[in-house]
């Protein structure tokens, strides 16, 4: 069965240590992949996707993804973060010409 | 560009009552999500619109749901009657072709008493 599992759903990093957001799907083809961040009170908004091509995907804010079909994974990075990093980040496969399947989400908490 | 436009922003209202949320896509964007976001069931999307016709309504919950799209710039999403269960936030999401990604609007929270 299609799915995708974000197995943290909280983790706390101090403000300016690294960061690593674990993604791992399952899914029989080529998957698109997304990854999604939401602060409070706000909607979904897109860091960065992987369609094709490169693995090593650029996102905004900072943030980078590595696509690694052996592992079925697209983990997220980002080296330093920030206190305005804190929200809950989703990653995401598009299963079909229209349908994403979702991640459970992670709660990024930042400590000062 | 603007983005995707959701109002009201919050609703809060009596059970049993018409509960409207709308929603304004990206201009271009020719595909139409409607999602539900509560704590315990994640993100579900509930109907799609491709062209400003419903191509897969199978999240909808039950009848007290319902979803147009009369034209290409908005959509709404109708409960009727509303109850408790329904209290959830929910988004409305808009893509331009194919693949690509989709951009959500802020959502509209409701509570339903």
């Known amino acids: 069965a299609q799915s995708v599992t974000q197995p943290d759903i909280h983790i706390t990093v101090s403000e300016g240590a690294s960061l690593e957001l674990r993604c791992n799907y399952s899914?029989?083809?080529?998957?698109?992949l997304f990854w999604y961040v939401q602060s409070p009170g706000q909607g979904l908004q897109l860091l960065l996707k992987?369609?094709?091509?490169d693995t090593l995907v650029q996102g905004i804010k900072g943030f980078e993804a590595e696509f690694k079909r052996s592992q079925s994974s697209f983990n997220l990075r980002k080296p330093s973060v920030h206190w305005s990093d804190a929200a809950e980040y989703f990653c995401?496969?598009?299963?079909?010409?229209?349908?994403?399947?979702w991640g459970a989400g992670t709660k990024l908490i930042i400590k000062p | 560009d603007a983005g995707v436009i959701q109002s009201p922003r919050h609703e809060v209202t009596e059970m049993g009552q018409e509960v409207t949320l709308r929603c304004k896509p990206i201009?271009?964007?020719?595909?139409l999500f409607w999602y539900r976001q509560t704590m315990m069931r994640g993100l579900e999307l509930l109907i799609y619109?491709?062209?400003?016709?419903?191509?897969?309504d199978s999240g909808m919950p039950e009848d007290r749901f319902s979803a147009k799209m009369p034209n290409a710039s908005f959509s709404t999403l109708k409960i009727q009657p509303s109850e408790p269960r329904d209290s959830a936030v929910y988004f409305c999401?808009?893509?331009?072709?194919?693949?690509?990604?989709?951009?959500f609007g802020d959502g509209t929270r409701l509570s339903i008493l």
């Open positions: 201009s271009g964007h020719n595909s």
């Open positions: 619109f491709n062209n400003n016709v419903p191509i897969d």
């Open positions: 995401a496969v598009g299963a079909s010409n229209y349908q994403l399947i």
């Open positions: 992987y369609f094709s091509g």
């Open positions: 899914y029989g083809a080529t998957p698109y």
């Open positions: 999401a808009s893509r331009a072709t194919g693949n690509q990604p989709q951009h």
